[in-house]
């Protein structure tokens, strides 16, 4: 098993309430699209909220009631890319402008994590923050240049 | 050797109809093929196609693996079988130089980071319903999707499509290229006679194009 995992962050504005007709489809497609992340081959966790099957309902900035954050965990860069660009995450890749506004700065951070750690909000918006700052790197790059896993750390 | 005098050397080696008979049935082909297949497609002797094929591994435009076909291994199960299909790399060459692929790259980035995702499916939509409107007699899709350079195939009542003719773009700008290429399918469909009840969806398989098609009811 590796000893580090990629955790990844992506934050999204909505151009509408999730209860109006322009996110209908989007909403309507949500349970579908995270349990094919739940069965994907090397899903390990994501972010979900108190009702348990998504984190639609998480606000991960207070003061903005249409950012989205989705989080989540995974054995590999190879795991991540299949899902999001070679499975039905896709059609919903395709459409995102018809949901989401375009952010002008980074919205996903990619980083790696021990094994069996869960990111919380604040540490994976401290990441998007990482990345807005500092540009991509070690500790916060994205899929199209994505770095390697820490070295192990010698085993005493 | 430059890059240029590389790609020149390895196309010049497809030159032979023979040859590109067989790399196309190859490259045509979703699962990897042995030379027996490959003979019997391009209508030439098992040891005709064994050469040709390997000048084609020679060249980088296919890759060998070897398995057994039988499906059984340890002793007994026979010698693997010498399998190709399709290299990875690509070769472009235009004369004169044209740097059709930078241009492409850099339009594609400065497109993901305006946003336009919608305004390049409305345009691809179009194009791609001009186009299929001007195929004329040419209304199977089938066949308009194979002279697109898509290599249809059929898995069960599914089409679906051995290439990508946007590879590169699509793997830097995934979303961006396979909306646009799903959208240009969309409008084909539309523009085409023949594309009529036909509808195209995004189900990606690990290699290939990520948009599936299914006919008509009528025709399967």
Same mark, same amino acid.
């Given at each position: ?12 504005? +909505? ?14 497609? &949500?349970?579908? +699209? ?31 009631? &249409?950012? &989205? +954050? ?12 299949? *899902?999001? *660009?070679?499975?039905?995450?896709? %059609?919903? &890749? ?36 990482? +990345? ?19 070295? %192990?750390?010698?085993?005493? | 050797?430059?890059?240029? #005098? =590389? ?8 030159? @032979? ?13 979703? #699962?990897e093929?042995g030379?027996d ?15 040709? /094929?390997?000048? /084609? ?8 693996s070897f398995r057994r076909l039988s499906g059984r291994s340890g002793p007994g199960a026979g010698r693997p079988a010498k399998l ?5 790399? $690509? ?35 179009? @194009?791609? $319903? ?6 004329? @007699? ?8 194979? =002279? ?26 995934? =979303? ?13 469909? =539309? ?30």
């Amino acid at each position: 098993m590796n000893d580090f995992h990629l955790a990844q962050v992506n934050v999204g504005r +909505i151009l509408a309430p999730l209860d109006s007709p322009q996110l209908a489809d989007f909403v309507a497609q &949500l349970p579908e +699209i995270n349990a094919l992340a739940d069965r994907a081959p090397g899903f390990v966790w994501r972010l979900v909220d108190d009702d348990g099957s998504d984190s639609t309902s998480l606000r991960p900035e207070n003061d903005d009631d &249409l950012l &989205l +954050i989705n989080c989540s965990v995974w054995e590999s860069v190879e795991a991540l890319r299949e *899902y999001t *660009y070679r499975s039905d995450h896709l %059609k919903v &890749l395709a459409r995102r402008r018809e949901w989401f506004e375009r952010l002008a700065d980074f919205h996903l951070a990619l980083w790696w994590v021990p094994a069996g750690h869960r990111p919380t909000v604040t540490e994976a918006m401290a990441r998007v923050a990482l +990345i807005r700052e500092r540009g991509e790197g070690p500790e916060a790059f994205t899929l199209r240049a994505p770095h390697p896993p820490p070295s %192990k750390a010698p085993t005493a | 050797m430059s890059s240029e #005098d =590389a790609a020149l050397e390895a196309l010049a080696v497809l030159g @032979d109809p023979v040859r590109r008979g067989l790399y196309r049935h190859v490259s045509g082909t979703p #699962d990897e093929v042995g030379r027996d297949a490959a003979a019997e497609a391009a209508g030439i002797s098992r040891s005709l196609a064994a050469f040709h /094929l390997d000048k /084609l591994v020679e060249a980088g435009l296919l890759e060998v693996s070897f398995r057994r076909l039988s499906g059984r291994s340890g002793p007994g199960a026979g010698r693997p079988a010498k399998l190709y299909r399709r290299a990875e790399g $690509e070769r472009a060459v235009s004369v004169p130089p044209r740097s059709y692929d930078t241009a492409g790259r850099l339009l594609a980035e400065v497109v993901e980071r305006a946003g336009l995702d919608g305004e390049l499916q409305a345009a691809a939509r179009a @194009d791609g $319903e001009a186009g299929g409107e001007a195929s004329g @007699d040419g209304t199977d899709p089938v066949e308009v999707l194979r =002279a697109r350079g898509f290599e249809p195939f059929w898995d069960a009542g599914t089409l679906r499509l051995n290439n990508c003719p946007f590879h590169a773009l699509a793997d830097q700008f995934p =979303a961006l290229v396979c909306g646009m290429n799903l959208a240009g399918i969309e409008g084909l469909l =539309a523009g085409l006679k023949g594309g009529q009840g036909w509808t195209a969806e995004m189900d990606p398989l690990p290699r290939g194009c990520c948009v599936a098609l299914r006919p008509a009811d009528d025709e399967n």
